[in-house]
C-alpha cells in the first residue's frame, strides 16, 4: 500500500512537472511544427516514389497500382552506355573537386588569418565571397565572355599577344578544367568561414609558443594552425566523400553545350533528362538509390576509417 502511494505521488510530481514545463517553454514546440510539417510533407512523403525504382514506368497510375518488375531498371541503366559514361564523368569532376577544390578554402583561410590589416582583410574576404552569390546561370553567361573563342575577353587578349585562341568552352579536355575553376573561384571565398571560425578558436598560447622558439610563419600555420583545425578538415572531407557520386546540376546545365555532351554527361543531368525530359520515372528512381547507396557505403567508409586512424568521426 505504501509503494502504491509512492508510485502515485511520483507519477503526480512527474505529471504536473511536464506541465509546468510544457506551459513555459510551449512557444518553442509551437515553433517547431512549421520545421516538421516541411520536412515530413517534402522529405518523408516523397519517399512512397522510391518504390518506382522496382516497378514498371508509368506516369498516370498510382506508384501503388503500378506492377512489380524487381531489379530490372538497374539491369537496364547498367546496360546503359551513356549511364555509365555518365558515373564515369561525376567521379571525374568528383576527384578534382576533391584535389583541387577542397585544399583552396583552407589555404584561403590560412593566407586570410595571416593577413595584419584589418581593413584590407575585410575587404579581401568580402571580395572572396561574393561569387557565392551569383547564380549558375550567371556564372555560365560570364564564362561565354570571358572565354569564347570568338568574343571572349581571355581570347582577345591571348590573340592580342600572337598566340591561337584556346577553345576553353568548345575541347572537352579544356572545358573540364574550366569548369572546375569556375566552380572553385565561385565557392572558395564561402566555403573559406568555416575554416577561419576554427581558426579564430586556436589556443593563443600556441602561437606565443612557436614565437619564443623562433618559428617562422610558414612554421607556425604548419605545427599549430593545419593540427588545431584538423578535426574540422575530417570531418568536411568526410562530407564530401559522401557526396562523391553527386554533383550540381545547375554547373553543369549552365555550362554545357553539345560539343562537350561527351564529359558534361553527369548523373544529375543523367536524371533530369530520363526522369523529367524523357518522364522515365522509374529510371530516375533507380539511379537516385544507386547515387544514394554509394553515398552512404563512402561516408560510413571514411567515417570507419578516420576513427581507426585516431581521428574523430562523426558517431
Known amino acids: 500500500m505504501v509503494i502504491s502511494r509512492d508510485s502515485k505521488k511520483i507519477e503526480s510530481y512527474k505529471s504536473n512537472r511536464l506541465k509546468n514545463y510544457m506551459r513555459k517553454h510551449w512557444i518553442l514546440y509551437a515553433m517547431l511544427v512549421l520545421p516538421v510539417a516541411y520536412f515530413f510533407i517534402f522529405s518523408y512523403v516523397p519517399l512512397v516514389n522510391v518504390l518506382l525504382a522496382f516497378k514498371q514506368n508509368n506516369v498516370v497510375a498510382r506508384v501503388w497500382d503500378v506492377p512489380w518488375v524487381g531489379f530490372d531498371n538497374f539491369v537496364h541503366i547498367f546496360s546503359l552506355q551513356i549511364f555509365r559514361d555518365a558515373i564515369r564523368n561525376t567521379l571525374m569532376f568528383s576527384f578534382l573537386d576533391l584535389v583541387i577544390g577542397f585544399p583552396a578554402p583552407i589555404i584561403l583561410a590560412l593566407l586570410l588569418n595571416e593577413l595584419k590589416l584589418p581593413r584590407f582583410k575585410k575587404i579581401t574576404q568580402t571580395i572572396s565571397y561574393m561569387p557565392f552569390f551569383l547564380s549558375w546561370v550567371i556564372v555560365g553567361g560570364l564564362s561565354v565572355s570571358l572565354f569564347s573563342t570568338s568574343t571572349g575577353t581571355i ?93 550540381d546540376l545547375a554547373r553543369f546545365i549552365s555550362l554545357e553545350n553539345l560539343i562537350v555532351r561527351s564529359v558534361s554527361e553527369v548523373l544529375p543531368t543523367f536524371v533530369f533528362r530520363w526522369g523529367l525530359q524523357s518522364m522515365q520515372f522509374s529510371i530516375a528512381a533507380a539511379v537516385g538509390i544507386f547515387q544514394s547507396l554509394i553515398g552512404m557505403v563512402l561516408l560510413l567508409s571514411a567515417n570507419f576509417a578516420v576513427k581507426k586512424l585516431g581521428g574523430q568521426g562523426f558517431w
Not at 579536355?173 to 572546375?180: I, L, S
Not at 572558395?188 to 577561419?196: A, C, F, H, K, S
Not at 612554421?219 to 593545419?226: A, D, I
Request: net charge positive; proline share 6%; hydrophobic share 55%.
Open 155 to 247: 581570347n582577345a587578349i591571348i590573340i592580342n599577344m600572337g598566340f591561337d585562341p584556346i577553345p576553353f568552352l568548345n575541347n572537352p579536355r579544356y572545358w573540364v578544367f574550366t569548369n572546375v575553376l569556375l566552380s572553385v573561384w565561385r565557392s572558395v571565398g564561402w566555403n573559406t568561414i568555416i575554416y577561419l571560425a576554427a581558426i579564430t578558436n586556436v589556443n593563443p598560447e600556441l602561437y606565443e609558443a612557436a614565437d619564443m622558439d623562433g618559428a617562422s610563419r610558414i612554421r607556425k600555420m604548419w605545427h599549430v594552425t593545419l593540427p588545431s583545425i584538423r578535426p574540422v578538415i575530417i570531418i568536411l572531407l568526410i562530407l564530401t566523400l559522401g557526396q562523391i557520386m553527386g554533383a
